[in-house]
C-alpha cells in the first residue's frame, strides 16, 4: 500500500511564495510519475503539474506556467511544488498522487490534501 503524505501549505499574500512537499513510502517511488492537482471550493479537481519518473519531463497546466515547478527526489521518495507569484486564485486544497506508470497517465493513489490560501 502506498502512502503520500503532503505538506507545506499554509496562508500566504499574494506575489508570495510556498513549497509543498510530498512523501511516498514503498520502495518504488521512481519507478512512478507523480502529480499535483488541486480542488478550489465549489469546483472540480483540476491537474497542476507532473512530472516523469525520472524527473526528466514535466508538464503543467497553462494557469500556473512560468509561476510553479514541480520537482522530485528519488533518493528521498518526495515531489515538491515549488509555487511563485502566487495569486489569489491559486487558493484551493493541493493533492499529490502516484500515476500507474512511469509517465503520467492515471492517477491511482493520492494523498489527504493540503490548504493552500492566497490573500489579496
Known amino acids: 500500500q502506498v502512502q503520500l503524505v503532503e505538506s507545506g501549505g499554509g496562508l500566504v499574500q499574494a506575489g508570495g511564495s510556498l513549497r509543498l512537499s510530498c512523501a511516498a513510502s514503498?520502495?518504488?517511488?521512481?519507478?512512478?510519475?507523480m502529480g499535483w492537482f488541486r480542488q478550489a471550493p465549489g469546483k472540480e479537481r483540476e491537474f497542476v503539474a507532473a512530472i516523469n519518473w525520472s524527473g526528466g519531463n514535466t508538464y503543467y497546466a497553462d494557469s500556473v506556467k512560468g509561476r510553479f515547478t514541480i520537482s522530485r527526489d528519488n533518493a528521498k521518495n518526495t515531489v515538491y511544488l515549488q509555487m511563485n507569484s502566487l495569486k489569489p486564485e491559486d487558493t484551493a486544497v493541493y493533492y499529490c498522487?502516484?500515476?500507474?506508470?512511469?509517465?503520467?497517465?492515471?492517477?491511482?493513489?493520492w494523498g489527504q490534501g493540503t490548504q493552500v490560501t492566497v490573500s489579496s
Open positions: 498522487a502516484r500515476s500507474e506508470t512511469r509517465i503520467p497517465t492515471e492517477f491511482d493513489y
Open positions: 514503498g520502495r518504488t517511488f521512481s519507478s512512478y510519475a
